[in-house]
């Protein structure tokens, strides 16, 4: 049984953490807007501060929105490192710290290389599949690590998470992920301009995705975000503004190896255009909102 710290509870976190709290571990949580009841009456124990996490944690995990939020939860006033330190007149336990987070493969080395020298081990464990996939404990998850950490917390992952696969050294894990966030990204803003389409030359855009469900076209975000698209059902899942975070970690990666990646800049200009207009917090399948204005047209639900 081990003691794990979760830092970060929002719609991904709360039900990651949740899972680990059904299982025999210790679990100690913290996060800025104050540890959810729920959790707690779930056995959760509430740290005030990273700080106060790492002093019992064997295993920290963090959940957070952005490479500086997690540059802040490790090195800040009352964060992580400080908590590492603190016991340091007594003998040192190794610890894991496992970022599950979506930020800077650069930015992820240079913290491991800093946490690393103070002799404890640095995870980059970064998922893929959403508020359902966390719901359901079915997430995948990429890593990047060095082989015998990734054998020692990796019953801890799969609590989480149904597919973990070691990707390679330091900074994989987030390179992983960066694909994803391609392929998953240009799928949906695909669908949407599929659906668009169906709509405008006069289907039924339930009963053509029904149909693609069963062919090559076929795909999760077919089914998830389509779905969303045509019940017009935007309260998110993964917020845009996180959507469009990703894509500028993306695309300023791919600058620094100088690549060009064209399509993904246009879909990163669509969602800049939906945060223009009011939509940061909506589904990221509300990007279909920008393809209906160019297209002045609104999917049409038929309910025959």
Not at 122 to 144: E, N, R
Not at 146 to 159: A, M
Not at 235 to 262: H, R
Request: aromatic share 4%; proline share 4%.
């Amino acid at each position: 049984m081990a003691n794990i710290g979760f830092i970060g509870l929002g719609i991904m976190g709360k039900p990651m953490a949740w899972h680990l709290l059904q299982s025999e571990h210790t679990v100690y949580l913290h996060t800025r807007s104050g540890v959810p009841d729920d959790l707690v009456s779930s056995g959760g124990i509430a740290c005030a501060t990273p700080m106060e996490l790492a002093q019992h944690a064997d295993i920290i995990i963090m959940m957070l929105p952005d490479t500086p939020d997690v540059e802040t939860v490790l090195f800040g006033d009352s964060g992580v490192v400080t908590g590492l330190l603190a016991e340091s007149s007594q003998p040192v336990t190794r610890r894991v710290i496992i970022d599950m987070s979506t930020i800077s493969p650069l930015a992820t080395r240079t913290f491991a290389s800093k946490i690393n020298e103070l002799n404890h081990d640095y995870v980059d464990a970064p998922v893929s599949g959403g508020d359902i996939g966390a719901q359901k404990a079915a997430l995948t998850i990429m890593v990047g690590a060095e082989k015998e950490v990734f054998d020692r917390i990796k019953p801890v992952l799969e609590l989480m998470g149904k597919q973990v696969t070691l990707i390679g050294g330091i900074g994989s894990g987030q390179i992983c992920k960066i694909a994803n966030q391609i392929i998953v990204s240009l799928t949906i803003e695909a669908v949407g301009e599929a659906l668009l389409f169906v709509s405008r030359a006069g289907a039924d855009p339930q009963k053509v995705r029904q149909a693609l469900m069963g062919g090559f076209a076929g795909s999760r975000v077919l089914e998830v975000h389509g779905e969303r698209m045509i019940e017009r059902c935007f309260d998110p899942g993964f917020k845009i503004e996180l959507q469009q975070k990703d894509l500028d970690i993306v695309l300023a990666s791919a600058s620094t190896l100088g690549i060009a990646l064209p399509n993904t800049a246009t879909v990163n200009a669509l969602y800049n255009a939906c945060i223009a207009h009011g939509g940061a917090k909506w589904d990221n399948s509300a990007i279909v909102k920008m393809l209906e204005k160019l297209a002045n047209h609104e999917i049409t639900k038929h309910n025959d």
